[in-house]
């Protein structure tokens, strides 16, 4: 049965959840958006006064609100107008946020922008081809995309896992595929045991090869690719010292940045 585009938005979009999004961000001070990706994201992007950002996928705007305090100058759009809503409610006036799909931004004028970024989204969106030829219409020549998505080489949503060799003595990350595109539905309510009450989105499996590809596609070249690994830590237990260990050596986001040729 074919999916039409208003289904696809609808599973795609994280508008039904957008009160525990939300509360996720602005009310944890431990979260990794907050603890690994926000500084590296600084650091990569050496904001100078002025810097012409466009924030695709941008949810309530945390990293708009971040960004534009390091002196940037942010656009902010998102599929959801739950989370627009939000995005403004939180935000400074002169930050502008626009409800619109990665893969049609009509508000955005041609090569407006110095950098693009899309953080924790990519993944769910499930025309990321298109979305990247949208990026390189609205950004300056030479400007950059910055995408940040959980590692897919070993984040893999259903196919990959934390287990533990008692042989050893060792944890270890299991992958049971990664070269195959897929799309999978997400559960966002795990604790919710009321079937009537759960929240679903869809998220889309590619191998890294695919977003080379598509990006080289769209006239871009890779310019740089960054492993970030987590920064919790497990409580006191015999295994504590070992899923420290492995949390140090597999990586849990890759960075990628992409400069328009």
């Given amino acids: 049965m074919k999916t039409n585009k208003k289904e696809i938005f609808q599973k795609t979009s994280w508008g039904k959840v957008a009160d525990w999004y939300d509360e996720l961000l602005e009310e944890s001070t431990d979260s990794f958006q907050a603890k690994v990706i926000l500084p590296n994201l600084l650091r990569i992007l050496k904001i100078q006064p002025g810097l012409k950002i466009l924030d695709i996928a941008c949810g309530q705007g945390y990293f708009s609100r971040a960004l534009t305090g390091a002196g940037a100058e942010v656009t902010g759009t998102d599929i959801s107008a739950e989370l627009i809503e939000k995005a403004k409610e939180r935000s400074p006036k002169n930050i502008s946020f626009c409800v619109a799909g990665a893969d049609k931004m009509s508000f955005a004028k041609d090569a407006t922008y110095d950098v693009a970024i899309i953080i924790l989204a990519i993944q769910n969106i ?100 960054e492993e ?34």
């Fill in 126 to 225: 499930k025309n990321f081809s298109g979305t990247f030829t949208e990026c390189a219409r609205v950004l300056k020549p030479k400007g950059k995309l910055v995408l940040v998505l959980n590692h897919p080489a070993f984040r893999i949503p259903q196919n990959s896992s934390w287990d533990w060799d008692s042989k050893k003595g060792k944890q270890y990350r299991r992958i049971d595929s990664y070269l195959k595109e897929y799309q999978t539905e997400i559960d966002m309510t795990p604790g919710e045991k009321d079937a009537s009450k759960k929240k679903k989105t869809l998220s889309f499996h590619r191998p890294l090869q695919s977003y080379f590809k598509f990006l080289n596609k769209a006239g871009f070249a890779v310019s740089g690719l």
């Fill in 228 to 261: 970030w690994v987590s920064h919790k830590k497990s409580q006191k237990g015999p295994r504590s010292a070992e899923e420290d260990r492995i949390r140090k050596e597999i990586p849990m986001f890759l960075m990628l940045e992409a400069v328009k040729i």
